[in-house]
């Protein structure tokens, strides 16, 4: 989140080597990493994926990303990473929660993955009635799920955290995450834009992604360097090195 991730680097952020030597960010639990979620998000998302490159630090898990509403009580929407109580997985829960009625974070679909300090790729595909999951550009599940609501919209004082679920839900998680071609952390697609086929068949396959991303991350930075509004900023956005999003379905 490029809101988020200043350079000069904060307490608690450096540098490490991704993927294929890409450039990374490790977030350690002295960073404190959030935005108001305006500046990243459309106001609601529908269908839409979720990709996160990560590489756990802490046997610990935590939350990975999260939008926690106004009062920083409950995640809209986030994903969690736990270990099991075996030990020997880590349980990746999608949560997706409408804060005007609940009051407790909702899981929306959780799946398992292997345990270790590795990086790792994780894709949650949310559709009408279920969420694919993809694991290193693997299909490793399905689980059918009924989103309340259908549209999901956000607090309007909504924040964004990296690496925690702000001051009072907390579950802070040390983690690296790549930078470049290889890491989308956030992603949600316009099918009225793009076939959302043959993006999935782009966002598995590494080696047709980097200078797509390159180039949506420098019109995105332009696009927020001149404070531009209108229909090319609900394209794309840019969240940060890593990270941008292409609208809402």
């Not at 988020?4 to 680097?9: G, K, Q, R, S, T």
Request: glycine share 8%; net charge neutral.
């Amino acid at each position: 989140l490029m809101g988020a991730i200043e350079i000069p680097l904060q307490n608690g952020v450096k540098f490490v080597d991704g993927l294929d030597g890409f450039p990374a960010f490790g977030v350690t639990s002295e960073a404190d990493l959030k935005s108001p979620y305006k500046m990243i998000l459309s106001d609601h998302l529908q269908d839409f994926a979720l990709i996160a490159t990560v590489r756990p630090q802490s046997s610990s898990g935590g939350w990975v990303f999260s939008v926690v509403n106004s009062l920083d009580t409950v995640v809209q929407l986030g994903l969690l990473l736990e270990p099991t109580a075996g030990g020997d997985q880590w349980n990746a829960t999608l949560y997706y929660t409408d804060a005007k009625k609940e009051r407790i974070s909702q899981p929306l679909a959780s799946f398992q993955v292997p345990y270790g300090k590795s990086w790792m790729k994780m894709i949650f595909k949310v559709l009408p009635d279920q969420v694919v999951f993809y694991y290193n550009c693997l299909e490793a599940g399905v689980v059918p799920v009924k989103k309340e609501p259908r549209k999901l919209v956000f607090d309007s004082a909504s924040t964004v955290y990296i690496g925690q679920a702000g001051p009072v839900l907390k579950q802070k998680f040390e983690v690296s995450r790549v930078r470049g071609g290889l890491g989308r952390f956030f992603f949600a697609v316009d099918k009225n834009r793009c076939s959302l086929g043959e993006l999935f068949h782009a966002l598995l396959c590494y080696d047709t992604i980097d200078i797509e991303a390159l180039l949506c991350w420098l019109i995105g930075m332009v696009l927020r360097h001149r404070k531009t509004t209108g229909a090319l900023l609900d394209i794309i956005l840019p969240l940060n090195f890593y990270t941008f999003t292409l609208d809402h379905l």
